[in-house]
Every structure is written in structure tokens, then in C-alpha cells.
């Protein structure tokens, strides 16, 4: 059994932990919880670090618990929010959770008959039999106002800075939360829950609650909160969240989000959303220093994480695509791309809409450079880059006498048109 905590820190993944807990884990194998929230039909990368948590965990020997908080999910976690969020109903929920099991199961052993097999929970089994008058006579006699008031979750938001305040569902978060640590400690042996460090005041009211109700003792692991060097949030880009699905980001925009990371995030990245030894990281981050313009550790990085999530197909695929922009390709690299990958790769690139019947027949090079899509200013610019050989239609240079036609399309309706290295656009057809 490997030291799980030792794990964590050479990681820069341990923020705080409960005393004891170091040799709590390393008597036997023990069961450990996260909790995800389900709101979504897809996790993204920002729920990357306590995924990892779980699988390292798997990997040091002990049994990781997935918590799909569906009960929670219906009321909300005030910590690091400064406003309520929406509700969901069941059925939502349910879809989401199996949504969040699949891509969990690129992370975790929840199929083999290893003792340590990981297991998926919903706290609404438990949570939707209990009534108000059940919880707040069994339970929630146990914690006192001042002791929750105290959470630096129920203070940020009703304090002096705080417009909208807090409403009573979600200052009882946390007892529904700590109850959830209860159940899993009474039903499954689970005497561990992990987290970022903002849930520290929830893990802990767990914890209380195990050790007045369960008459056992609860650990708390907590990671930091992943941030980037420039003080960006981390896991966001232009378009908002990178999602683990790849309907909601594609593989190529994936995998391009680590590549762009700069050099001080790869070296912390690497480390933290991969399962590289240390003296593999090492070694790599040498190979880095010596050659930083050779992005070495934001390749590898990219590889490693594209691969975790989207597995090696998808992987060649954005790394195909990436060449497309920046080195040699030909047409028929162009039209293996799906659509979406496609768009992804000519984001921004400006675009014309010319008619289907426009090409039936073979659309002229002067039209389609000029005179229908003033990709070009006038018809004299059109054939004059034509004669200086400077223009190609799906990256093949083309002569004045080339005519576009339906065997051109990329994806049934796209014909990209190029003027030099880097002057792309767009002809779509519609």
C-alpha cells in the first residue's frame, strides 16, 4: 500500500488534513468520498483535481466512493458562491449522474472484482425517505447555530459584503452534506471525505456529526484551489468551462487548453492532472529548461490529459488538426476532420455564404475570391494573386483557371480559401 499522502504533497495537491489522518490511511485500505455536483450533464476540467484525488487514491491501494450530490444538487452549496443557484428535478439529475459515472470511469476501476473497486453513490437515495421533522430532531440537534455560523461559507455571504444574503435551504447545506459523511461512515466504513479547501467547513461538520451521532472519528483531506500564474481562474477559456464532454468541447480545444498553458502552469499541471512519476516530471522539466520554445512540457501535458479523457484516437485526431494551422496538409487532411473540429480549428477565421447553386455548376476562382465574397477587394486583387500563385482551396494551390465544385466541400459545406501562410477564409454553403 503506498503513502497516499506522501502521493499528494510531491503533487502539490494537500492543502490541509486532519491530524491522524496520515496514519489512518496507512493501517489498512480505507474507504474515501468526493462529492460532484450533478447540474450538469458533463464535468469539466475544474472537477479534474478531486477526480485525480479519487484516482490516486484507487491507486495507493484504498477504495474511492464517487458522490453524486442529487439531494444537494436540489439545494445548492453556498461555499464560493455569491448567489443561489437553480434547482433541478429528479429525472435531470439522473441523467446527469449517469453521464458523470462514464466519464469518472475513464479515471476509475468501478468493474473489476478488486476489493478496491470504486463505487457510485447518490445522496438522494438516502436523503428522499427522510422528513424535515426526522432530520432536524435526529440530526440537526446536534450541531448548534453558532457552530455553523462559524464556516467561513455562512459568513462570506450574509456578511456586510453580501447583497442578496442567504437563504435558509442553503445555510442547512452544510448539515446535509456532514449527514452524507454520517450515512457513508455508518453504511460503507467510510471514515475519509476530500475536497478543495473552500469545503473544509463542510467535511468538518461531517465529521462532528460522526463523531456525536456515529460515535467514530472522521479525517478530512483538503487540496488547494487551482489557479493560474497570471491570476486567471483555471479551467476557463473564451468560451467558458472546458467540459470533459466532447460535444461541449471538442477533443481539438481540449487538448489546445494545455497546450497554451504557460510555462509555470506545466510545470504545476503536470504533476497534478497526470499520472507521471516524479522522475519522469523531472526529467521532462530538464528537457523543458534547455529548450522552452520546444513547449515540451505542454505537449506531453496535453497528450497525457487528452488521452485520460478522450482516449489515443481522439488524441491523433487534435493533434492532426493542430497541424493543419501550422504545418504541411493536404485536402484530404482537411475533409477527415468532423464538422465540429473543423469550425474549432478556423475559429475567428471570416466567412461568406454563397448559395448551393452557386457551385453546382463550378464556382469561378474571380467569384469566389472577389466578386461573391469580397474575401479579396476587387476582381484585379483576385487575379493578380492568382498569377503570384498565392492562393490554395483546402490548402492545395490553385490557378486562375480552378473551378470550386461539390467535390470540394469539407464536411458537405465548407471550402476554405487561403492567401499566403496565414490569410484564411471561409466559403460556406447554405
Known amino acids: 500500500m503506498k503513502n497516499f499522502i506522501e502521493e499528494l504533497q510531491w503533487r502539490g495537491m494537500l492543502h490541509d488534513t486532519m491530524p491522524g489522518t496520515e496514519e489512518h490511511l496507512l493501517e489498512q485500505m480505507r474507504s474515501a468520498y468526493v462529492g460532484f455536483d450533478p447540474t450538469a450533464d458533463s464535468l469539466h476540467i475544474g472537477n479534474l483535481v478531486p477526480i485525480m484525488l479519487l484516482a490516486h487514491y484507487q491507486r495507493c491501494g484504498h477504495k474511492p466512493i464517487a458522490l453524486v450530490g442529487g439531494a444537494t444538487g436540489m439545494i445548492g452549496d453556498p461555499s464560493g458562491k455569491s448567489a443561489e443557484r437553480n434547482l433541478l428535478d429528479e429525472k435531470t439529475l439522473r441523467h446527469n449522474q449517469e453521464c458523470v459515472k462514464a466519464q469518472l470511469g475513464h479515471f476509475l476501476d468501478f468493474t473489476s472484482d478488486a476489493e478496491n473497486a470504486a463505487i457510485l453513490v447518490n445522496n438522494y437515495d438516502w436523503m428522499k425517505d427522510i422528513s424535515f421533522l426526522e432530520f432536524i430532531r435526529d440530526v440537526g440537534k446536534h450541531i448548534t447555530v453558532n457552530y455553523m455560523m462559524a464556516k467561513d461559507s455562512v459568513k462570506n ?59 467514530g472519528k472522521g479525517y478530512a483531506i483538503t487540496c488547494p484551489l487551482i489557479t493560474k500564474s497570471d491570476g486567471s481562474k483555471f479551467g476557463k477559456s473564451e468560451g467558458g468551462n472546458v467540459w470533459l464532454d466532447a460535444k461541449r468541447t471538442s477533443p481539438y480545444k481540449f487538448y489546445q487548453y494545455w497546450l497554451n498553458t504557460s510555462d509555470e ?87 461568406a455564404t454563397i448559395a448551393p447553386e452557386d457551385i453546382a455548376e463550378g464556382l469561378d476562382m474571380i467569384g469566389a475570391l472577389a466578386a461573391k465574397t469580397n474575401f479579396l477587394k476587387s476582381n484585379g486583387d483576385a487575379k493578380r494573386a492568382l498569377k503570384e500563385n498565392a492562393i490554395a482551396v483546402n490548402k492545395e494551390k490553385v490557378k486562375d483557371s480552378f473551378t470550386i465544385t461539390t467535390n470540394d466541400l469539407i464536411a458537405d459545406k465548407y471550402v476554405l480559401l487561403q492567401r499566403g501562410k496565414k490569410n484564411y477564409f471561409l466559403l460556406k454553403v447554405q
Open 265 to 351: 502552469d506545466a510545470k504545476k499541471y503536470i504533476k497534478i492532472f497526470t499520472f507521471l512519476t516524479k522522475e519522469t516530471i523531472d526529467t521532462l522539466v530538464e528537457e523543458h529548461n534547455t529548450a522552452p520554445h520546444s513547449r515540451i512540457l505542454q505537449k506531453r501535458l496535453g497528450e497525457e490529459v487528452t488521452i485520460l479523457v478522450h482516449g489515443k484516437e481522439a488524441y491523433e485526431k487534435a493533434i492532426k488538426a493542430s497541424s493543419i494551422l501550422f504545418g504541411k496538409s493536404t485536402s484530404a487532411d482537411l475533409k477527415s476532420l468532423d464538422e465540429q473540429t473543423f469550425l474549432d480549428v478556423f475559429d475567428g477565421v471570416p466567412q
Open 157 to 215: 455571504r450574509i456578511g456586510a459584503a453580501s447583497k442578496e444574503g442567504m437563504s435558509f435551504t442553503e445555510f442547512t447545506y452544510q448539515m446535509v452534506q456532514g449527514y452524507d459523511f454520517l450515512h457513508l461512515f455508518r453504511e460503507n466504513a467510510t471514515t475519509l471525505q476530500m475536497g478543495g479547501s473552500d469545503q473544509w467547513g463542510n467535511i468538518t461538520t461531517g465529521t462532528e456529526l460522526i463523531r456525536r451521532i456515529g460515535g
